[in-house]
């Protein structure tokens, strides 16, 4: 019998993290607002913060961690150096999403730290470009401004190499990896708590 008092499930939480420049690109800003509408009837969570706001989405996700949401940290270009910085700082599992991650200009040692011990998953989707265009440009600048992808991006549980620019922050959550499952589909599959 179940008690009276008993915690309802609770839905899983999504905090997205812009790159450089997102807020005027709007690449990460427009999906998150996307997913929110798509996702929030069913009582999930979607916030979304720009790179420079990681104390935000720290504590948000403390937040809804103490809550009892699953959460997952979904980050592309410097956002997902952001969710990675996120995840360093909880205690509690996350599924850790970096689209095209690009390391930001930080001390050596934060470069070559492992992954993060609240990441229970971790996808890496690298955006390797057909056809390069500017914004391909840009990442090789901020690679060689920041050191490349941080050593806990290449410790993935997956990675999956999408033929994308690295604008294309929407067909790398889609882009399929070898067991034929994308970010997408690890979103979908969260179970309540």
């Known amino acids: ?29 427009s999906y998150a607002e996307a997913r929110r509408k798509l996702v929030e009837p069913q009582g999930r969570f979607v916030r979304y913060f ?13 937040r809804v961690l103490s809550e009892g949401h699953p959460l997952a940290l979904i980050g592309h270009s410097w956002g997902a150096d952001g969710a990675l910085r996120v995840a360093r700082r909880l205690d509690r599992d996350v599924l ?6 690009v390391a930001k200009p ?13 990441a229970s998953f971790m996808l890496h989707v690298d955006a390797v470009a057909e056809a390069r265009d500017r914004s391909d440009h840009v990442k090789t600048v901020g690679y060689l401004t920041g050191g490349g992808v ?7 549980d997956q990675t999956i190499i999408a033929p994308l620019n690295h604008w294309n922050f929407a067909g790398m959550m889609k882009a399929r990896g070898a067991d034929g499952r994308c970010a997408e589909d690890l979103l979908a599959e969260m179970a309540p708590a």
């Open 96 to 101: 850790l999403i970096g689209a095209d991650p």
């Open 106 to 118: 930080a001390p050596p040692f934060a470069f070559w730290q492992p992954r993060p011990a609240a």
């Open 50 to 62: 720009p790179h420079y706001r990681i104390p935000g989405a720290l504590d948000m996700a403390r």
């Open 1 to 29: 019998m179940a008690s009276a008092t008993a915690t309802p499930n609770k839905p899983p939480a999504e905090l997205y993290i812009g790159g450089a420049a997102d807020e005027a690109s709007r690449l990460v800003l």
């Open 150 to 156: 941080h050593r806990a991006w290449r410790q993935a």
